[in-house]
């Protein structure tokens, strides 16, 4: 036992984007004959279920999670789902680059593995790191960020925009929702060209996105029909860049989860807004629209009555 947490089943967890497949492959063969159990997906899971019971059991039984950063695996919502669910389930992640692209900001402060150059010694030094890992999340770089008075106003005037849409659309006053949505279609853009940096205007953008896309695919929604959209996956990764930032922000981690419902990634979904209600009880305050949202997709899960 360590910091109250059980012997994990196995050493390794390997999270990679399919196009950096030989990388991971490398690892797995060095690790394991350094004596460590390693589990790395090779069948079409990236084709199943996002963040199935079934994985999230694979990534809590592992010591660690090595996390392959990449171009591909920054834009890769099953790489990025990986580690939010390893640091949610209280795992250590060891982050590894494999070419220029910076990792996410909370782990600016974390050491780091460079696998660019002389692979071989980095991976026989990842192999003494994995086996001497503690059990437990990593201690993140915590979130700095400042308002101007400017950007407090632009943000509550977003805010109250965007319930006057989501409001709206509970009514079935679709018109009024179309009225709300395009005057703030008028405002997003200067507000992201004047801060586009914030994580909370990047937020409210994935949440701009996802009204976007409930205004006008609201009849086949309430039809039981989910579109297909650029739109979905470009809320989705406003919501990833947040979470770079702070993993455990509630308000990301419930729009992340909002998408993943409207993707019908369910078990996703399930486990954001678990993440979500519970980050928002150990801030003090309760997250009714995240609990909303969790009884909603606990319902189609057939976990819930509705």
């Not at 591909?72 to 580690?83: F, G, H, Q």
């Not at 209600?277 to 009555?305: C, I």
């Amino acid at each position: 036992m360590s910091n109250g947490l059980p012997e994990p089943k196995r050493h390794a967890f390997i999270s990679h984007s399919s196009a950096n497949l030989d990388a991971a492959m490398q690892i797995e063969k060095a690790l394991e004959a350094n004596g460590l159990d390693v589990w790395l997906d090779r069948s079409e899971i990236h084709l199943g279920t996002l963040l199935s019971d079934e994985l999230q059991s694979s990534i809590s039984d592992c010591r660690v999670l090595i996390l392959l950063w990449s171009e591909r695996a920054a834009a890769s919502r099953w790489v990025n789902t990986e580690w939010l669910a390893a640091h949610h389930l209280d795992r250590f992640i060891f982050p590894c680059v494999l070419d220029d692209k910076p990792l996410p900001q909370c782990f600016e402060h974390n050491v780091y593995l460079d696998l660019r150059q002389d692979r071989e010694d980095a991976i026989a030094r990842l192999a003494n790191a994995v086996r001497g890992a503690k059990i437990g999340m990593n201690e993140l770089a915590p979130p700095m960020r400042a308002e101007s008075p400017e950007l407090r106003d632009a943000i509550q005037s977003i805010v109250t925009g965007q319930q006057l849409v989501t409001d709206s659309l509970g009514q079935w006053n679709v018109k009024k929702a179309e009225e709300a949505q395009a005057k703030l279609d008028e405002v997003m853009p200067e507000v992201l060209s004047l801060w586009p940096f914030d994580p909370m205007i990047l937020k409210l953008d994935g949440y701009h996105i996802k009204n976007d896309y409930m205004v006008r695919h609201w009849a086949a929604l309430q039809g039981g029909r989910g579109p297909a959209d650029p739109a979905l996956e470009q809320s989705e990764q406003r919501f990833f860049e947040a979470l770079w930032l702070d993993p455990l922000d509630p308000s990301g981690l419930d729009g992340l989860g909002s998408i993943m419902m409207l993707r019908r990634d369910l078990h996703a979904a399930e486990f954001f807004f678990v993440c979500a209600v519970r980050q928002a009880e150990r801030s003090g305050f309760r997250y009714d629209a995240a609990e909303q949202n969790l009884e909603t997709v606990r319902h189609y899960l057939g976990k819930q009555k509705p």
